[in-house]
């Protein structure tokens, strides 16, 4: 099971990369150096902000395959191309299109949505990978409280929050006051 976690949060990486790289500036007036992922892990602030400096931000928004699934993802990579290290993923699925204003989440609540494939992963400088997922807590124990929320989505960018409890074997990770702004490919 473990295998097919990790399939499916490589697999978003690689769609992502291979879409392209962020543009220079776009018709927005958003321009490279306005894109972002910022959180906190453990406490510890996280940024990767500046893709001159070797990080790569990108993302997706409502692709819809041939059964009418509707993906949504987002990746950030702290050192490009080392997409094993210090890489936080956002993988979302759903019949329905995804929207601005709603929580996207692992867990039932009033006013959130469950999607049918939710990912929030994180690999740690020691490629260790820690992740929340719709059915990751009957592996691993503890809270289900990640989700995902988009504020803005233009034809060149998206904007959102998230955070969660993300999990490996070994042990767990908290991801608070997450945000992002990345290029939409």
């Not at 958003?30 to 992922?37: E, I, N, W």
């Not at 059964?67 to 699925?93: H, Q």
């Amino acid at each position: 099971m473990m295998k097919h976690f990790t399939f499916i949060s490589w697999f978003a990486i690689l769609a992502i990369f291979f879409q392209g790289c962020s543009k220079d500036d776009d018709d927005s007036g958003t321009v490279a150096g306005d894109y972002y992922f910022r959180f906190k892990l453990d406490g510890q602030q996280m940024d990767y902000t500046d893709p001159k400096i070797g990080h790569n931000l990108s993302g997706s928004f409502n692709l819809v395959d041939s059964k009418g699934i509707y993906t949504t993802s987002a990746v950030a990579m702290k050192t490009y191309p080392t997409i094993n290290k210090n890489t936080l993923t956002i993988v979302l699925a759903h019949p329905a299109e995804f929207q601005t204003g709603i929580d996207y989440t692992n867990f039932d609540a009033s006013g959130n949505v469950v999607t049918q494939v939710f990912v929030l992963g994180y690999y740690d400088a020691n490629s260790v990978f820690y992740h929340a997922e719709i059915y990751s807590i009957p592996l691993f124990g503890g809270e289900t409280d990640a989700k995902v929320r988009f504020s803005e989505i233009t034809s060149t960018n998206m904007r959102g929050t998230f955070s969660g409890t993300l999990y490996h074997q070994s042990g767990s990770v908290k991801v608070t006051q997450g945000e992002f702004n990345v290029p939409r490919n």
